[in-house]
């Protein structure tokens, strides 16, 4: 079993729909949970961060840490074409540790 | 781009030849990182450095070597290419590591035939 589960879809929206990615993970020393968005032959960059439980939100962006049932969500509102993307849940445990990735969601949003 | 340069970015080589990518950054970060990305995987840690001369594998380490002689530049070598290796290639940066953002490179695409 991996230490972090993602589903690969790819998941096909219409435009302004909302979109759920989420990821499981075993490894409870998880302190740390992010979300990366990578474009096609791109390298992925940071979309959203958080320590711990709870949520936090970004402009359309939302993400969810519920460390109690080891399942972290990203959230978009009002999702757009440009919001097409593979998104990469990552996970690790504090300083000096190392960062694991999910497999990534690919996404489209249609017209 | 947070200062991060990969070289080279696209390299076709022949199996049992070794092969050197580089990472150049302009941070100053402590961190430095290889992943490969392949369909099916993700991205997964090769090496990492935690400092100048320091350090530690990864969970695919087998048939990779790196060094670390400066804080700017991290090279990763394949000792002696296979077809396995084929892949995508990232490097990134940190701070301090997993409590802080990774950067990340525009990575460099490995065919090995």
């Known amino acids: 079993q991996k230490e972090v589960e993602q589903d690969p879809g790819p998941l096909s929206v219409p435009e302004g729909a909302i979109v759920s990615l989420n990821c499981t993970y075993s490894?409870?020393?998880?302190?740390?949970f992010m979300w990366y968005r990578q474009y096609s032959r791109k390298g992925p960059e940071l979309l959203m961060y958080?320590?711990?439980?709870g949520n936090k939100e970004d402009g359309r962006f939302t993400a969810q840490v519920d460390k109690s049932s080891k399942y972290i969500s990203l959230f978009i509102r009002d999702s757009q074409p440009s919001d097409s993307a593979t998104y990469l849940c990552a996970m690790g445990a504090g300083t000096a540790s190392k960062l694991t990735f999910g497999t990534g969601t690919r996404l489209q949003v249609t017209l | 781009d947070a200062g991060i340069t990969q070289s080279p970015r696209h390299k076709v080589t022949e199996t049992g030849t070794p092969v050197t990518l580089r990472c150049h950054q302009t941070e100053n970060h402590r961190y430095m990182y290889w992943y490969r990305q392949d369909p099916g995987h993700g991205l997964r840690l090769i090496h990492y450095?935690?400092?100048?001369?320091?350090?530690d594998k990864g969970e695919v380490s087998d048939g990779y070597s790196v060094s670390r002689s400066k804080t700017e530049d991290f090279l990763l070598t394949l000792e002696s290419a296979t077809s396995s290796q084929t892949s995508v290639y990232f490097c990134a940066t940190s701070t301090t590591g997993t409590d802080t953002e990774a950067f990340f490179g525009q990575g460099t695409r490995l065919t090995v035939v």
């Open positions: 490894n409870s020393a998880f302190q740390y």
């Open positions: 958080t320590y711990s439980s």
């Open positions: 450095s935690y400092g100048v001369k320091d350090t």
